[in-house]
């Protein structure tokens, strides 16, 4: 059975540790042409609701969903289900070594997947950033705790 997040939950949550920026919004706030861009890009499954999207360009996006997060960058298309999420970190040496020492400036999310994937994430830096960081913190958690006890939501 496929195991769906609260959309409610994600959303407050980017919403009180960071929020929106130029290029991050809630899915529903973004321009049109970018919504059917992404939809272009991103099949969703039954009962599957976009709910934060970064948009860069038609080569640098991110969208997470009550099931998944599903990025581009400049090289290929990830795709992470939020059951897979094992951790997401930042790399405050690589930060420091860049000369990026204010945390308004970095972008780079590390993420770790229970098959042993590791893959960085490169979004809108600022309150953007920090918000999806923390969404996606808690669906770690979240995930643990259903792997745990193999209850599905």
Wanted: a positive charge; hydrophobic letters at 35%.
């Amino acid at each position: 059975m496929r195991t769906i997040a609260s959309r409610r939950s994600i959303s407050s949550i980017f919403r009180r540790k960071g929020g929106e920026g130029r290029l991050t919004m809630f899915y529903e706030n973004l321009p049109a042409f970018e919504q059917r861009s992404l939809e272009g890009k991103v099949r969703f499954s039954e009962g599957e609701k976009p709910i934060v999207a970064y948009f860069e360009s038609e080569g640098s996006w991110c969208l997470l969903t009550n099931y998944r997060l599903v990025w581009q960058d400049l090289v290929s298309q990830h795709e992470v289900g939020i059951m897979e999420l094992r951790r997401v970190s930042h790399d405050m040496h690589v930060s420091v070594q860049r000369g990026e020492l204010d945390r308004s400036l970095w972008r780079d999310l590390n993420i770790e997947t229970t098959d042993g994937r590791r893959l960085t994430l490169q979004v809108e830096p600022g309150k953007p950033f920090i918000g999806l960081w923390g969404a996606l913190h808690w669906l770690c958690g979240w995930a643990e705790k259903r792997r745990k006890t193999g209850v599905a939501a």
